[in-house]
């Protein structure tokens, strides 16, 4: 939100995250090329989802008659211990939604991890209040639910950028520090803007 109100970051990411960054982009080229030679024209990268309000690239796009949306992560072989993300299944549920509503398709959702020793591959299905998951980590099946309403979090992050304004008392997440210091471009913002009685 703070990004999209046109506020100006206040920090660069630090270096030890931008090189994490950079094994990720390893690990997707990895990835697209095994699509690649899976799919071949069928495979569009980075397939750009667009609206007045949203924009995001969807990392991989298979059009098949129910196309399939793949959106792939990298992450530390200990971080295998917390996935899938929310924020993830989030950002996946959403590109969905928005892909229907711009081509008028079904289609299939798939959320991938990578890490030097680990993979995981999950089908996502948006079942309104709650998001379900089906897939395998290591070749072990992993199955559940997660209590997340995208669609109602879409509803509220719309209307307040309808108001140009922030949503107020954002709470703090594990996103917004790392190794104990500010991981977020708008963190010291973010904090004035708790203090703040709405």
């Not at 108001?163 to 500010?182: A, F, H, V």
């Amino acid at each position: 939100m703070y990004r999209a109100l046109g506020f100006q970051p206040e920090r660069e990411f630090p270096v030890e995250l931008l090189e994490k960054f950079e094994y990720g982009k390893i690990f997707e080229e990895l990835t697209g090329r095994a699509l690649k030679a899976e799919f071949g024209i069928d495979l569009v990268e980075q397939f750009r989802l667009e609206t007045e309000i949203w924009h995001g690239n969807i990392d991989f796009l298979i059009s098949k008659s129910s196309p399939l949306l793949i959106e792939h992560k990298a992450t530390s072989d200990s971080g295998f211990s917390y996935i899938p993300k929310e924020e993830h299944l989030a950002q996946l549920v959403l590109y969905g939604q928005l892909f229907e509503e711009l081509y008028h398709k079904t289609y299939q959702l798939i959320l991938v991890y990578r890490s030097w020793s680990h993979y995981a591959e999950f089908y996502v299905v948006d079942w309104g209040d709650r998001v379900r998951v089906d897939g395998e980590i290591d070749s072990k099946p992993m199955k559940g639910d997660f209590w997340l309403n995208v669609t109602k979090r879409r509803q509220t992050f719309e209307r307040w950028f309808t108001l140009q304004q922030l949503p107020p008392n954002c709470t703090k997440s594990d996103e917004c520090e790392w190794q104990g210091k500010p991981s977020c471009q708008y963190y010291t913002q973010c904090q004035a803007n708790k203090k703040q009685d709405f």
